[in-house]
């Protein structure tokens, strides 16, 4: 016989209503377990328990749903059942962890600072200070260029006895204060650090950077030699040589430049500063012998434009200078500047014969001839030269003449194949390594909660600045192999290139293998490159020892292209290939398998974009999707569930399944219009749906505690199960929140002043202005707090959202909001602040008939709760006077004149 959930759910309330609430749990227990796709059914549990005072185990069930809406990636329900659970168990910091967790994933910063600062504030109560450390690291997290957060952090550290942890964060925050050019504050801050640890080698790094930013080489100099564990240090070198160039000792400077360079090859500024000072002092043999040292590894970089930019001011400061000329030749003989050759060889025969050095002189100047045999200037020049030199002029047509003797070109200048040696991969920065340790840490906590899209988005962000780091392409397969099969493919593809492009064809042939596409390495490899440009290829080298690697064949799947042109997205393959970012299909080669993208130019310019296209061989999961309709919809937030319907068609076109989506939307009626969720039934559309609640508002018990409003709505998730309209204030769901109301909790433990509590006080004063945060974001928390009857914080979260009126604008929630808060007033029984928020309604532009009449109607409510007969009267008249037939009104009218 068929499991009748409808029926089971009227037996379990039937018993409670009896009192009977074993029996009620236990039926209740059993609709979950033969249904365990309706978590509500916990929250109607632990809420039956903590009527019964029974603590501990309305705590377990809470838990257990709230670890039910984690894993399901309801991040905003789970964050109001956490809510719920700390105001019952408010000395539990691990509830609070996890709810500054969510607000961080929801990007709520300020609301995860808040369950931060609480659970340091357990912690120390406990004298668990080194946990209460690890917790304070993550508000620093929240906001890592925060300087004010992080002195705090300091502070906290010295007041705890961690001595090493405050000195590192104060010179922490000397760094972000220099950054930001306040010297003042970096002062006071590195003055902390060096009182704390005046021999720590960052520390002392620090101070140096600090004495140069203020004009101060000489302090800096000796700071750094001071100790020999920083004098040796690469960051200290580099400031030690910038101390040198302050100074303008070029002697010392001279035998330090060198080593800088080699420590970090990307940073070209050492060496071009160190080539300007030996300028100024005319000190050009210095200046290019720097320069050489570094010109094959730049070259082998393709990062010759600084180097050149320096070489022509040389040249153009002194035009005969040998060195430079024969620099410039080999930098442009081995890069294929063949805008620079001519001038270069002439310059360099103009020098050599001014030096006395004929022979040379004649080789720059049958290069030249060589070069360009019809060129009458430079026949010239090089008979001029050979009658000087008392030389006959040889057939100049004769090529093997021109070429023989012995005019090669010098061992030091003598251009050699590009393409003979393995490209090195590129350092990384500082910056880069910065980055990609933050991107890494923010996906593994959004991939905790199983957000792989927004895990993958945070990954991209470091693409979007260096497009070719391999850590981060390798993290996105991982995580993406088993959710976005697709982007795990183009993440394969993306390294195969990569590798290719730097010479290891072993790595790029591995990748290639996971990616499951032909890619053509071989064009992308150097050797092929270099063998366009016409330079002769040396004989390969021996094929060097593959790296010791993982091998994660077996982890990822083979992307294999899909059987038939049906399982393709719609559209032409141009189109399919323009939404991803790449090359319009016009001028990409000939295509190959069917569903093979070339996205090696979107890889890299666009690297950051999320993917529209469906993934190839991704499921539509149903249960999951109409999860997140059913969810909108409780709310009304029917254009969200629209947008989201509408995205499932798009991503997967003929599912037929999304048409009960579609139909389950229209099913709804009228309620599905209605712009908020309401727990009374109404046949007016609209706005009247949201007063009808607060007609009827049945009135709390007599000192009824604040905190018993903690039980959940069990009539809003029969209405979630069923699609039907919500209980009447009769029903058992009802009185269990009645009676839930009347139950006594245990406040909370006063705490003993400390040194520690005004760090942690001043947490919410300090600081930057916070970046404006989502209003539907706090809008959708306010509906989930006001759910589990967290009225204060529902409050909080509504008043949030309201807050863009008082900035010249209207979020498009707000008239929902303002209704909300005044019904929450309401529901807390202070009808006149409720008032206020519905007369702050009839206030917004352009309200329809019918919104003006429901919100009319419940300000009169409100003044008939309120005490206010005559201010009711008036309102309900007003609404009379232009439906007479509108709700109760009529009757509200009669009664209330026979009261006057």
Not at 76 to 87: G, L, Q, V
Request: charged letters at 25%; aromatic letters at 6%.
């Amino acid at each position: 016989m068929a499991f009748n959930k409808a029926k089971a759910l009227h037996e379990a309330e039937k018993s409670l209503a009896q009192g009977k609430t074993s029996q009620a749990i236990r039926l209740y227990l059993d609709i979950y377990s033969k249904d365990p796709t309706d978590p509500t059914l916990l929250n109607t549990v632990g809420d039956v328990y903590l009527r019964e005072k029974n603590l501990p185990e309305a705590l377990r069930h809470y838990h257990k749903l709230a670890e039910s809406y984690t894993q399901e990636g309801f991040t905003i329900k789970a964050i109001a059942i956490y809510k719920k659970i700390s105001r019952l168990d408010a000395n539990n910091v691990d509830v609070l962890l996890k709810t500054g967790e969510l607000y961080t994933v929801q990007g709520l910063g300020r609301e995860a600072r808040e369950q931060y600062t609480q659970a340091i504030e357990s912690l120390r109560k406990k004298n668990q200070n080194d946990r209460a450390v690890e917790v304070f690291r993550k508000i620093v997290a929240l906001d890592p260029e925060n300087a004010v957060y992080r002195t705090k952090f300091a502070d906290f550290c010295q007041l705890t006895g961690r001595k090493g942890d405050a000195a590192s964060a104060y010179r922490e925050t000397a760094e972000i204060a220099l950054r930001k050019g306040d010297l003042s504050a970096a002062e006071a801050a590195l003055a902390k650090a060096s009182e704390l640890a005046p021999q720590d080698s960052k520390v002392l790094v620090m101070r140096a950077r600090l004495a140069l930013a203020t004009d101060r080489p000489a302090d800096a100099e000796k700071i750094l030699t001071s100790s020999q564990a920083v004098k040796y240090d690469p960051q200290g070198q580099k400031l030690l040589l910038e101390s040198y160039l302050g100074t303008k000792r070029l002697d010392e400077a001279k035998a330090l430049v060198g080593e800088v360079f080699r420590a970090n090859l990307a940073d070209f500024a050492p060496l071009k500063t160190f080539a300007r000072l030996c300028l100024e002092k005319g000190e050009y043999d210095a200046a290019v012998s720097a320069l050489s040292e570094a010109s094959d590894t730049l070259i082998q970089r393709k990062s010759t434009g600084p180097l050149k930019e320096i070489l022509v001011e040389i040249w153009s400061r002194e035009a005969h200078h040998l060195p430079t000329l024969e620099l410039v030749y080999k930098i442009a003989e081995k890069t294929a500047d063949e805008s620079t050759l001519p001038e270069v060889l002439q310059s360099l025969g103009h020098a050599y014969a001014s030096a006395g050095n004929l022979d040379r002189a004649e080789w720059a100047y049958r290069k030249l001839v060589e070069r360009e045999p019809e060129n009458e200037d430079y026949k010239g020049l090089l008979k001029g030269l050979l009658q000087k030199a008392g030389k006959e002029l040889p057939a100049l047509s004769d090529a093997a003449e021109l070429a023989g003797g012995n005019l090669a070109l010098s061992a030091d200048i003598e251009a050699e194949p590009v393409g003979t040696s393995q490209p090195a991969a590129p350092a990384i920065s500082e910056e880069e390594a910065a980055m990609v340790k933050e991107a890494l840490e923010n996906s593994d906590l959004f991939s905790r909660y199983s957000l792989t899209e927004k895990a993958v988005a945070e990954l991209e962000k470091v693409l979007a600045a260096f497009p070719e780091q391999i850590e981060i392409h390798s993290r996105i397969i991982e995580i993406s192999r088993k959710n976005l099969p697709l982007r795990a493919q183009q993440a394969a593809e993306a390294l195969a290139k990569i590798y290719a492009r730097r010479g290891d064809m072993w790595s790029a042939k591995r990748y290639e293998a996971i990616a499951g596409t032909d890619l053509q390495l071989e064009k992308v490899a150097p050797e092929a490159r270099s063998g366009e440009r016409g330079v002769s290829e040396a004989p390969p080298a021996a094929r060097p020892l593959a790296p010791t690697e993982i091998d994660l064949s077996a982890d990822f799947p083979v992307f294999e292209s899909p059987p038939s042109p049906a399982a393709l997205p719609s559209g032409s393959p141009a189109e399919i290939a323009q939404d991803l970012g790449a090359a319009p299909a016009s001028n990409a080669p000939p295509a190959g398998p069917p569903g093979e993208i070339d996205l090696s130019d979107a890889l890299s310019t666009e690297a950051a974009l999320p993917l529209e296209a469906p993934p190839f061989g991704q499921e539509f999961n149903f249960e999951e999707s109409r999860g997140e309709v059913e969810f909108y919809l409780e709310r009304s937030l029917v254009e969200e569930a629209r947008k989201a319907v509408e995205a499932l068609e798009a991503k997967f076109p003929g599912e037929a399944r999304v048409g009960e989506l579609r139909r389950l939307i229209e099913s709804r009626g009228p309620q599905a219009s209605a712009p908020v969720a309401t727990p009374q039934p109404s046949s007016e559309p609209g706005l009247p749906a949201i007063a009808a609640s607060s007609a009827e508002v049945t009135p709390a018990p007599e000192g009824a505690d604040l905190l018993g409003s903690l039980a959940g709505d069990l009539a809003s998730s029969l209405e979630a199960i069923e699609g039907k309209a919500a209980a009447s204030s009769s029903s058992p769901a009802r009185q269990l929140t009645d009676r839930a109301a009347q139950t006594e909790l245990p406040g909370l433990p006063a705490s003993a002043p400390s040194p520690l509590s005004g760090i942690l006080a001043e947490l919410g004063e300090g600081g930057e202005a916070p970046a404006e945060d989502d209003p539907q974001t706090h809008y959708d928390l306010g509906v989930a707090f006001r759910e589990m009857g967290l009225l204060d914080e529902a409050i909080g979260e509504f008043q949030k959202v309201v807050k863009g009126a008082q900035k010249g604008k209207l979020p498009g929630n707000f008239l929902q909001a303002c209704t909300l808060l005044a019904l929450c007033f309401m529901d807390k029984k202070m009808p006149v602040i409720a008032a206020k928020w519905y007369a702050k309604a009839l206030e917004i532009p352009e309200l329809d008939e019918e919104a003006t009449l429901a919100l009319l109607y419940d300000l009169g409510v409100a003044f008939e709760q309120a005490g206010n007969p005559r201010t009711a009267l008036e309102k309900f008249s007003e609404v009379y006077s232009q439906n007479i037939d509108y709700r109760d009104v009529a009757e509200k009218v009669r009664i209330l004149q026979q009261k006057a």
